[in-house]
């Protein structure tokens, strides 16, 4: 089967999900979509084991190929595991939405249509090669999840939270173009592998930094890492099995994916693994700081999964610097990368079952709120059962797969301190320290998160419905979840030899050249080392911490929520900014528009003549001054002060025509008849004109007023009035060829059988002119008559008493 | 008290005939001498506003009952045919053709398609003006 059309096949089969859904009524539509993950998955699984020899596949589906677009399908080790959580964690979503979702009350066909959107997306994100269409199912992923996050459009918070995460995550994968339209201009390609066979010499660059900053802002963004984490909380008004799938499992980590993807380019560079790394760090103690403030339990999880992320960020950061290292410091370094790809495993798992507890307990209880919850656990066993593991496996606690992970992190931080580069001798000291307060707040928070919904004491009263079991159906997802969390503690080295491996070697090929080479073992037990010192100290300090919770949580309310703050002050700023800032430029009277226009007119023509030296002056080509000119000229002059000076329009109209009938004695003094003949009746025809409309005015506007006297348009009109007379001298002045009316003069007679030149030209040698000419007079005339005879009322119809006459 | 323009009105006859004879000699002489279609349409149209400014709208109706806006079309079909027509004969796109002929009562004379086009441009001048003269002059 071909790799990119299995991209394409949600999609197709999204087309035909409506029809499912009118056509058969009484059978939850998610049963039929549930069989495209679950297939997905099955064909994705026949890999591991050829992608575990150190296989990698491909396959093209040519686009625009003038354009060198086309959709690659390239399937290594790194994107064949989130091709895995995708489908896979796909199918316990759509399994678990059968159940969460009302097949009378929802409208399912929108739901899996934009779910199935999403999967086609986010399968050609991590398995695109092609930088451009990359980005097109990056883009892909930010609406459809845009879509799903507004799925309850009638609530105020769905449609805050979905455009939110739009504006961020849009502004971040429009800088990601940018910084990969560099990257293929740097590179001469847009194939990701041959940028990464080429990654010294785009570190050369001079766009190298750019392309290093654009392609992390892309990063950050859908990551909600650093100020972008925060729409991830407000994405959380989604139906939870989207907030299980999307904003835990699988688009937030599309932007893992990418810095992973692009660290053989840009790992080389000592910015990305400060970027990386402390961006990374800061959400993850920050998040799991601020998650202790949440009483909503989605607001929990949503900030754990951010600073969950931001501890994957700060691992793949550290893997970076196994560029930079060799000999036995690398080996630790090459640790990272392995640790990030294996808490990105364990992460999907138990926040995927996490959530979809949360979804369980909304469903039963009617409420997320943590202060009504309560005694949950004998009510809900199972519930409470899995919850108790995803929760212990987040905070890092033995014989659940987070602990090893969060050991391998420690570790990992640890040896930044080893680091000699960048600045890290001195700074690197902090990144352990920071790590392990992250790591005390994330083990409060779990604790926080179980203690508080299913221990303590019931109270029945505050919940809107009777609080039970939920059904088996809705439990299935999150317990084949729980029991991976559990059997990957006491397997890992298996998961490791076949998912993590080969993902490692996507994003460390420089270290390794086959999976036989990384050689990480992942033991449960390590010995007494600081990692296990620390990870007492975690505990004992969470616990603290935790019990200490009611005493200083009220704190949190005194501190200002600063970055959402900014947010909605930029979103207001800008909205009011722009009205204010058209309201001063728009909404004119014409005259301003005009002042506008001749304004610039003088500025750029003005400016291109001089700094472009075009001006000239020279008396070469002018013409011997007569008496008669300037007879005319001194009419003309006189004729034009009186048409602006005068107190009365009839004054006015009179220069005008004195004007016009003075233009037609310069062409009979300049030789040109014809034009003489035809200025003399059009300049009586538009002065009869002029009067007709001086006679129609409304009476009372009707008042002789001197024009109004107004120092801009004086300026204007005079700058006006000296460019174009500087551009008429300086084009008399440089004539640079000759004429080419000697022609018409000698082929009058010749070739056209006339004698009238202007004539000649008019119907002959130009005569397409002319014909267009009559064409606009034609349509003038129409045009008036139009207006004059049709006489529409308001609403578009023909007035009755004008069809009479 | 109802006003008496006999004079104006008499005159008005005389001169009309005689402007239009000046503008028909104008477009004529257009391809020798200064005149040509677009001068030669404004004199006829400023011809037949004389009458009406000499007498009303509705009498100079009734005399040239003529509908203005198709004199428009046709002097534009004229034009495009006449430009047009040498592409059926495989010459380019307004290609012009003269010859001189013996004609009775002329003697010889050239003849011109340029005219052809010529008086397209004379149709649609005369049929604008006073398509809006006329328009403007029966609104109230």
Redesign the interface.
């Known amino acids: 089967m071909n790799l990119v059309l299995a991209i394409f096949i949600p999609l197709i089969v999204a087309i035909v999900v409506p029809f499912l859904y009118k056509s058969f009524k009484h059978i939850h539509t998610g049963w039929f979509v549930l069989a495209v993950p679950l297939t997905l998955f099955l064909f994705y699984t026949s890999f591991i084991q050829r992608v575990a020899n150190g296989e990698t596949f491909s396959d093209t589906l040519h686009w625009v190929e003038s354009l060198q677009l086309s959709f690659i399908s390239y399937i290594d080790g790194l994107s064949l595991l989130f091709s895995l959580l995708i489908t896979g964690i796909g199918t316990l979503v759509v399994l678990y939405s059968i159940f969460y979702l009302d097949r009378t009350k929802e409208q399912l066909h929108n739901f899996y249509v934009y779910l199935l959107m999403f999967m086609s997306a986010m399968l050609g994100v991590v398995q695109s090669d092609h930088v451009i269409t990359l980005y097109l199912f990056w883009e892909l992923t930010s609406i459809s999840s845009f879509l799903l996050i507004a799925y309850w459009f009638h609530k105020d918070a769905s449609r805050f939270g979905a455009l939110k995460s739009m504006m961020i995550t849009v502004f971040g994968g429009l800088l990601m173009l940018g910084g990969f339209v560099l990257l293929s201009i740097m590179g001469d390609t847009y194939s990701i592998r041959e940028l990464i066979a080429q990654a010294p010499v785009l570190f050369e660059h001079d766009y190298f930094t750019w392309a290093l900053i654009l392609v992390l802002f892309g990063a950050f963004t859908k990551s909600a890492q650093g100020p972008f984490y925060i729409w991830l909380p407000d994405a959380m008004e989604a139906p939870t099995p989207v907030s299980a799938y999307l904003h835990s499992a699988t688009m937030v980590k599309a932007g893992i994916y990418l810095v992973a993807r692009f660290t053989p380019i840009f790992a080389a560079s000592e910015l990305w693994i400060w970027l990386v790394t402390a961006t990374g760090l800061l959400t993850l103690v920050w998040c799991s700081f601020f998650a202790l403030k949440q009483t909503d339990l989605k607001g929990i999880l949503a900030f754990s999964t951010v600073s969950q992320l931001g501890l994957i960020m700060s691992l793949l950061g550290a893997g970076a610097m196994a560029y930079h290292v060799e000999g036995a410091a690398e080996t630790v370094f090459k640790y990272a990368a392995f640790a990030a790809i294996f808490h990105l495993i364990n992460h999907a798992t138990f926040k995927g079952s996490l959530f979809m507890i949360v979804g369980i307990i909304d469903h039963e209880t009617g409420t997320r709120d943590i202060k009504k919850l309560g005694g949950l656990m004998s009510l809900m066993p199972l519930s409470f059962t899995v919850a108790m593991i995803g929760s212990l496996s987040m905070a890092g606690v033995p014989f659940f797969n987070g602990f090893l992970s969060k050991e391998m992190f420690l570790t990992a931080m640890l040896s930044i301190t080893e680091f000699g580069f960048f600045h890290f001798d001195t700074w690197g000291v902090l990144f352990p320290i920071i790590a392990w307060v992250a790591s005390v707040f994330t083990f409060a928070y779990s604790l926080y998160f179980v203690a508080h919904t299913f221990l303590g004491k019931h109270q029945p009263d505050q919940l809107p419905k009777k609080a039970h079991e939920a059904p088996i159906g809705m439990l299935v997802s999150p317990i084949i979840l729980a029991v991976l969390v559990v059997t990957i503690f006491f397997i890992p080295n298996i998961v490791a030899t076949y998912f993590i491996k080969p993902a490692v070697i996507a994003i460390q090929p420089f270290l390794y050249s086959t999976t036989a080479d990384i050689d990480v073992h992942i033991s449960a037990w390590h010995g007494f080392n600081t990692e296990l010192l620390m990870t007492l100290g975690i505990f004992v300090v969470g616990f603290v911490v935790f019990m200490t919770l009611t005493k200083w949580q009220h704190h949190y309310n005194k501190m200002p929520n600063g970055l959402n703050f900014l947010y909605d002050g930029m979103m207001t700023l800008s909205d009011q900014g722009m009205n204010r800032l058209s309201n001063m430029y728009m909404g004119k009277s014409n005259q301003t528009y005009l002042l506008y226009m001749l304004g610039s007119f003088v500025v750029l023509v003005l400016g291109t003549l001089f700094t472009q030296g075009g001006f000239a002056f020279s008396t070469t080509h002018t013409a011997p001054v007569r008496f008669y000119d300037i007879v005319i000229i001194a009419v003309l002059v006189v004729g034009t002060l009186i048409t602006i000076f005068t107190k009365s329009r009839l004054t006015s109209i009179i220069g005008l025509g004195v004007v016009g009938y003075t233009v037609a004695l310069f062409f009979v003094i300049f030789n040109a008849?014809?034009l003489a003949?035809?200025q003399l009746?059009?300049e009586?025809?538009s002065v009869a004109?002029f009067l007709?409309c001086f006679y129609h005015l409304p009476k009372n506007s009707r008042k002789e007023n001197r024009m109004r006297f107004q120092v801009n348009r004086f300026i204007i009109s005079l700058a006006v009035g000296a460019t174009v007379t500087i551009v008429a001298i300086a084009a008399q002045s440089q004539k640079l060829m000759p004429s080419i009316s000697e022609y018409y003069k000698e082929t009058v007679y010749s070739l056209?059988?006339?004698?009238?030149i202007?004539?000649?030209i008019?119907?002959?040698y130009r005569?397409?002119d002319?014909?267009f000419e009559?064409?606009v007079?034609?349509i003038?005339?129409?045009g008036?008559?139009g207006l004059?005879?049709l006489r529409l009322d308001a609403k578009g119809k023909e007035k009755k008493h004008a069809e009479n006459k | 008290m109802k006003t008496n323009d006999v004079i104006l009105q008499f005159t008005a006859k005389i001169v009309f005939f005689i402007i239009f004879l000046f503008s028909i000699h104008?477009f004529m002489a257009?391809?020798?001498?200064?005149?040509?279609?677009?001068?030669g349409g404004?004199?006829t149209a400023?011809a037949i506003v004389l009458l009406i400014l000499a007498f009303d709208l509705k009498t100079v109706q009734t005399g040239f009952n003529i509908n203005?806006?198709l004199l428009?079309?046709t002097?534009?079909l004229l034009?495009?045919g006449t430009?047009s027509f040498p592409m059926f004969v495989g010459e380019p796109f307004?290609t012009?053709f003269?010859d001189y002929f013996e004609l009775p009562f002329f003697g010889n004379t050239?003849l011109?398609t340029?005219m052809l086009?010529?008086a397209?441009?004379y149709l649609?001048?005369v049929?604008?003006?006073l398509?809006?003269i006329q328009?403007?002059g029966?609104?109230e």
């Open positions: 008849p014809d003949l035809t009746v059009i009586t025809i004109l007709l056209a059988g006339g004698g009238n202007v004539n000649v008019l119907v002959d005569g397409f002319t014909l009559i064409a007079l034609g003038a005339g129409i008036i008559y004059i005879k | 104008i257009g391809h020798y001498t200064p005149g040509g279609g677009f001068v404004l004199l400023s203005y806006r428009v079309a002097g534009l034009a495009v430009a307004f012009h003269y050239s011109h340029a086009f010529d397209g441009v649609v001048v049929g604008v003006t398509t809006i328009s403007i029966e609104d």
